[in-house]
């Protein structure tokens, strides 16, 4: 991966990954930083700068480690080792106020925060499963760390009940000879393809992300595809019925029997409105403010007679399309 400039927390350089990494990206600046959680030199810049931004890479430690209980696919969500990515998908909740925080961050004591994950799986009154990707991409994360390869084999080791992560990309292969015991739920993000190609930028494309998909089931790992996020554009039933037909044709009965299914409507907020409009103005317009309302300060979501019709034709589409895969939530 190409990157313009490091960004550090000296104490990071003590670690195994930290040294590795200054050796992997001894030909970039190094800036050293305070904190991974305020650069004052990215809070500095115009929102007009974000995508030049997001071609930093950050490296610090994880202070946090706090689970919180979720009832989604997952019980926990699990704090891990990566926050933000490369990628510029216009709607990434990761964007945050000081709207400077969505880039890719690197946290290199991993053997603190695996160490906890399996420990903590062995105290459950039940096998849990746990959500280690809902701060960042792991399998991006993967091509400059290889920590998902090297979380995956150690967790079907020791971890108990199963791990998980959703992706938008598809560079599984390092993944496919590992022996995971079916301990890892791979779960495809994916969206119509024109979306993909306008709106979630720098991300693999439909194609690409099917076959992954369809290389991880062949390779035995439980398989998910989340429907996300669901955005509501003028020709939404169209682009939607599409994808379904799409997934309904494409991927072989047996791995659609074996197959969860997660929809998750887009939320935006009025700092992504603020981002996109300096930094993509060419992008197509994500607020609609005739189908969205808020929901806490600046943030908005499909609400309304738009969002239950929405609901209704996509489980339709997928009970007529795909009947042998479970529809878990939508939200
Ligand atoms: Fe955000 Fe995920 Fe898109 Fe990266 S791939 S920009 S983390 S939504």
């Not at 030049?52 to 610090?60: D, E």
């Not at 301990?183 to 099917?210: A, D, Q």
């Not at 044709?249 to 939320?267: A, G, Y």
Request: net charge positive; glycine share 4%; charged share 20%.
């Amino acid at each position: 991966m190409q990157f313009q400039a490091v960004y550090y927390e000296p104490d990071a350089l003590s670690y195994p990954l930290g040294k590795q990494l200054k050796q992997q990206y001894s030909a970039l600046t190094w800036h050293s930083i305070e904190s991974h959680n305020a650069i004052s030199q990215m809070r500095r810049q115009p929102n007009a700068a974000f995508a030049s931004m997001k071609r930093n890479l950050i490296i610090g430690v994880r202070k946090t480690h706090r689970y919180t209980e979720n009832q989604k696919i997952s019980d926990y969500l699990v704090p891990y080792t990566s926050s933000g990515c490369t990628a510029i998908c216009l709607y990434c909740y990761l964007v945050c106020h000081y709207n400077k925080c969505a880039y890719l961050r690197l946290f290199v004591n991993r053997e603190q925060m695996l160490q906890k994950l399996c420990r903590f799986s062995q105290k459950t009154a039940k096998p849990a499963v746990y959500e280690i990707g809902s701060n960042s991409d792991l399998l991006l994360e993967n091509t400059v760390t290889h920590n998902l390869e090297w979380t995956i084999s150690l967790f079907a080791k020791s971890g108990r009940g199963q791990i998980t992560f959703p992706t938008k990309f598809d560079m599984v292969e390092p993944l496919l000879p590992l022996h995971h015991q079916g301990k890892t739920i791979f779960r495809m993000s994916i969206n119509p393809e024109r979306i993909i190609r306008t709106i979630e930028l720098g991300t693999s494309p439909l194609f690409k992300r099917l076959a992954a998909l369809q290389k991880m089931y062949d390779a035995g790992y439980p398989c998910g595809i989340l429907i996300a996020p669901v955005i509501l554009l003028p020709d939404w039933e169209t682009q939607y019925e599409q994808l379904i037909t799409q997934l309904a044709d494409i991927l072989p009965s047996k791995l659609k029997s074996k197959l969860t299914v997660e929809v998750i409507f887009m939320t935006y907020s009025y700092i992504h409105r603020m981002i996109n409009r300096d930094a993509f103005p060419d992008a197509p317009e994500l607020y609609d403010p005739t189908l969205m309302s808020g929901r806490g300060p600046g943030k908005y979501y499909y609400h309304g007679e738009q969002r239950r019709r929405a609901e209704l034709f996509l489980s339709q589409q997928l009970a007529q399309k795909m009947p042998e895969s479970k529809l878990l939530y939508m939200c």
